[in-house]
Structures are given as C-alpha cells and as structure tokens.
C-alpha cells in the first residue's frame, strides 16, 4: 500500500442501462488516430462533509456513475484495434482509496508534485483498452479527490471535462444540465479515419544519452500575467492571450538555457514549440461543442538557432501567428485526412531537423486546460477547491490549467533538470517586480 493508505478496493461499474444495439459500434476518427496512446489524468479536490461513515457518498458516487454512463456509453465499452470502440457495457473501473493520515488542505497548500499520483489509477488494467478509470480517494479529514482516467484515444481534455461535470450532475441529481448537454458521439463523420502509417515513420536518430526529468509547478497569477501579457505587446500582438505570453516566457527560458549548452557542444538546433488547439469552434461550419473525441489540432511555431538571439516579444509574434494558422483552410485539410497527412509527411532527406542521424530539433510541447469548466464540477458537496494533474515523464511537456480564481495559470513543466533551472531563474526574477521583464 501507499505511504497512509489504509484500505483500496476495486470494482467495475457498468451503465445502468444497456447501450442500445445500433449504437454498439462507434468508429473512431482521424483526430482520434493522431491523439498519442496514453491515459490523460485530472484530479479534483473537495473539502466534504462526509464523516467516517463514507458508505452514503460513496453509494451516491458510485449510482450516478452507472447512469452517466449510459449516456457516455463508448467509456464503459472496449477500444478495438485502435480504431474502434465496442461499446459493450462492459464497465468502467472504479477504485475506492481511504487515506487517513493525508490532510486535504496540506495536499492542496503545499502540494508535492511526485505524490500525486496516488489519487488516480496508474492506468486502467487490462491491456490499455479500457476508456475509463475513477479513484475515489476519501480523507481522514473528511475531504475527498477525484482522480479521473481517459484513455486519450477517446477523448481530448474539453471531452473529458463535459463528462466529469455531467456525473457531477448525476450524483446531485440535477437532470436538466444532463438533459442539455448531451454529447454527440460523431466526430468520424466530419474525420473519418486514414491510413497514417507513412505519416508516423521518421528518419532513424542517434540515441541519446538518459536524461532526468524533472516536474514543476509555477503559478502565475493575475500579476505576473498583466506583466508578461504588457512586456508581450507590440505593433504585431498588441493584445497578447495569457496563453500566447507564458508560452513565450517558458520558450524564452528553455531557448536560453539549450543555447547555453549549445555553445559548448558547438551545434545550432532548430527550436518548436506546438499547442493543441480546440477546433469545435474554428471550423466551418462550427462543430457543437458537445462534440466527444479529439477536437483538437497541434499548431507548430519554429525558430532557427538563437543567432541573433530572440527577444521575448518576438517570439510571441511567432507563437501568434502559428496557432493563427489553424484556420478554416488548415481543418478543411484536416478533414481529408489522407491530403493532410501527405501535406505534412517528413521528407528524410530534405528535412533540415536531422543530420547524420542525429536529431537537431528542440521540441516543447503545449497544452492548455486553462479554459476547461473543471471548477464547475459539483457533486453535491461545492465546488473544487483545487483541480491538478499529475507529473509525467515526457520531455518539454507543459500543461496549462486555470485557478480557481479564474484569473491565473498553473504551468506544470516537465523538462530536463538543467533547463528547467532557467525556467526557475526567470520564475524568480519575475516575482520581484516587473522591471525584471526587460532581461527578456
């Protein structure tokens, strides 16, 4: 058992009421086929009321889970062949976790990153074809966090969400928010599938030496964005997103310390930066917003070296206009997947990332949840007072979610220890005013 966990138990919900037989098989889509295989994780913090006695909550967690998901019935199937999902009622997992030691104000005060991951199923059992996995962990203290698990081939961060906030629903009993938000489960039709095996070969690369991957959390509140969001502004980005200006703040920062390094070794790298951006409302015509699946496209910046060096607000200007780009034209593309994919192949010889095998392409990876309704969620006891992720060991990996307040970003960055000292450096000087902006 876990450091303070005292009881675990695991069971297998299934819907209330059984899928209906024309609705048994739901095809995947193109988006779909792009999402990486992994399992995403969100956890959601209560302070409850319930006492030691958790058996009433835990009924109500439990019942209202089996009735939403007759209504996201693809999450109590199995994925098959990675291109389909048999929607077989054949449940979801459902874990139940007592800590009686864990405080759920310490967690949430002074959270320790690597810990995190007690509150949510690792990943499902089986062989990764379950679409969900819930623990419910109750507290000592009488809190409670939901750790919720996706399997990223059946869902993007906003899917995921609509979901969690309609079994909040359930569980208080509230039927009309269920009744209009109903999720529409066609995104194949708009995306239908295509054959992506040329589009996933890549030249072969030198190994690299291990790396440690650190994770770290950086809160940047309503000041510390006003700051970055004016030193951002300039005749080409004269009203910067708080996306766009912490995107090129970690860019700025990780650009730097790889050039330091890059001195050294005597190589100049081509640097990226890619955000998931949510398409519903960008295409044309609109898809409903209760569109379930991945939604979503990857909009690519890059810049060459740090030869002459670039400035902060400049590459806000370059991470602009590359999530500008996922425009009507770029998701019309994306709907004929096939022309999309031999768009965007990689050209082995051509392509100027590798050389001699080894690959010069410094990647950070962005997603944002900042916008996602997660603090909505009430399951009849109030609002989070806190939602979070878990720590991940993928290179450059940064997550945006918003604050409770609704005017902040948590940055969760997963990076190499060194480079993220740099981060930690600018972080630092940051909070000592604005002023510090200008060594941007």
Known sequence: MVSGEISKSKEIVKPSSPTPPDLKKLQLSF???LAPPIYIHIIL??????????ETTSRKLQLSLSDVLTIYYPLAGRI??????????????????????DKILDVIENPKIEELKKYVPAAPSGNGDIPLAVQVNFFGCRGIAIGICVSHMVADAMSMVMF?????????????????????FDLSSRFPLADISSFLALPPQLPRPPEKIVSKRFVFDKQKLTALKKAASGPLVAHPTRVEAVSAFIMKCFIEAVT?????????????????????????????HQFFGNACARAMATAEGNEPELDYYELAIILREAIRKTDVDYIR??????KFL???????????????????????????????PAYEADYGWGRPLWVSI?????KNLISFLGTKSGDGIEVWVNMVEEDMAMIETYYNLLNQGESTLKLL
Request: charged content about 30%.
């Open 333 to 338: 593309r994306l709907e004929n997947g096939e």
């Open 45 to 54: 913090y209560f302070e409850s009321s319930h006492d030691s006695n958790y």
């Open 164 to 184: 969690i906030n309609a079994w909040a629903a359930a569980c208080r009993q509230d039927m009309i928010t269920i009744a209009v938000t109903q999720p529409s």
């Open 390 to 394: 878990i720590d991940v060991p993928q």
């Open 31 to 33: 988006l779909d086929q």
């Open 260 to 288: 330091m390094k890059d001195k050294i070794n005597k190589e100049k790298r081509i640097f990226a930066a890619t955000h998931v951006v949510d398409i519903r409302q960008r295409a044309t015509p609109p898809l409903p």
């Open 342 to 372: 031999k768009y965007y192949s990689v050209n082995e010889e051509n392509d100027p990332v590798f050389k001699d095998g080894r690959k010069l392409l410094e990647l950070c990876s962005f997603t944002s949840w900042s916008r996602l």
């Open 80 to 101: 098959r062949e990675n291109s389909w999902v048999d929607c077989n009622d054949a449940g979801a997992e459902y874990i139940e976790t007592l800590f009686n030691d």
